[in-house]
């Protein structure tokens, strides 16, 4: 049974309500699949109706985390 926890709200960059949140999702598609993380990014604020979300194995956090280091220092962020 799919299962949800909020683990971090963080509140979204160059927007007045916006969000980004971050959970733990048990058995996102199904009795038996492996857990994840998803990120989502919500306009209005609304953490359980994100405009986008992205679902991460946990097995490709490092990987994904590496990924966004070498976007942020290539474009001088």
Do not use: Q, R
């Not at 979204?12 to 998803?38: Q, R």
Request: proline letters at 6%.
């Amino acid at each position: 049974m799919k299962k949800t926890k909020l683990l971090k709200t963080i509140p979204l960059a160059n927007t007045k309500e916006g969000i980004i949140t971050i959970s733990h999702i048990d058995e996102p598609y199904g009795e038996g699949s492996k857990p994840v993380v998803s990120i989502g990014i919500s306009l209005d604020g609304d953490e359980n109706n994100p405009d986008w979300k992205a679902h991460i194995p946990y097995e490709n956090i490092d990987d994904v985390i590496e990924a966004l280091k070498e976007a942020k220092e290539k474009f001088n962020f």
